[in-house]
């Protein structure tokens, strides 16, 4: 579990309550943990992404432990429609929900069973009156504009908080983690040349202004030293599990490189 990290931008208070993992199960299918951000500015309070059912007792958990309930939520961000990122909307009665028009489109029209999009929750997202579809460039929250990057998904977008001398990238999966970022391959994409032209794009916003933050929709924030990605905190992932006859008894199993 993450540290409790808030911290001032500007006129914003920035708390990433989950960090994504760069990682894949090797025989269980996806782990899908994505990166969260709660966004707090004056009377407004955001979420970039919401995660999946996994990540739906730590979620509310974290929003209690800032004296939040998920009915203060006044707007959930979501970069795309995969489970991981998309699926928690459900959650908060209270807020306007903001996602790429191009992307809930094309998640209405993949054939069901076949992806990782949730197919009944895109559909009650297009036709709930809360929903709000964005186009490219266009301000989806106060200092916060939203920019079409597709590959991993046609409709993927990223976003940028602008926040005067610095700012903040929060790619979504159209830059899933570091050795994205680094190497422009990528991991699950209909294109690998559209995914690298969307990376080159958010390099760009990213160098924009000196000190700005990057934060990958499974990894840890990100800013530039001597042009080089360096990266805040330390990644942390670990599962518990039962392999004796006792219950009392687990054995930790680190997803953490030493």
């Known amino acids: 579990m993450p540290p409790d990290n808030p911290f001032a931008f500007g006129d914003y208070e920035i708390d990433i309550i989950v960090h994504g993992y760069p990682g894949k199960s090797v025989c269980h299918g996806s782990l899908g943990f994505s990166t969260i951000v ?15 059912f996994g990540q739906r007792k730590l979620l509310i958990e974290h929003l209690d432990r800032r004296g ?16 991981d990122h998309s699926i928690n909307w459900v959650l908060f009665p209270n807020a306007r929900l903001v996602i790429g028009r191009t992307e809930l489109d094309w998640s209405l029209t993949v054939p069901w069973g076949e992806t990782v ?10 036709q709930t009156d809360r929903t709000a579809r964005a186009d490219d460039g266009d301000e989806i929250f106060p200092g916060i504009t939203a920019h079409l990057a597709p590959g991993h998904t ?47 794009l958010i390099w760009e916003y990213w160098r924009r202004k000196p000190g700005s933050m990057l934060i990958p929709g499974h990894d840890l924030p990100v800013v530039i030293d001597d042009d080089q990605p360096r990266f805040l ?6 599962i518990t599990a039962w392999y004796s006859d006792d219950m009392n008894q687990t054995t930790l199993i680190s997803l953490v490189a030493d």
Request: with cysteine.
């Open 233 to 238: 905190g330390q990644r942390e992932a670990a």
């Open 154 to 200: 046609p409709g993927c977008m990223f976003f940028v908080l602008n926040g005067g001398a610095r700012d903040i990238v929060f790619t979504g999966d159209a830059c899933k983690n570091r050795a994205e970022l680094v190497s422009r391959d990528t991991d699950m994409t209909y294109d690998s040349d559209v995914s690298r032209r969307s990376i080159e």
């Open 68 to 83: 939040l309930k998920p009915s203060d939520i006044t707007d959930v961000l979501l970069t795309h429609s995969h489970y």
């Open 117 to 126: 999009v949730p197919e009944l929750y895109v559909r009650e997202l297009d």
């Open 38 to 52: 709660l966004i707090r500015r004056h009377d407004r309070i955001a979420l970039v992404d919401v995660g999946s």
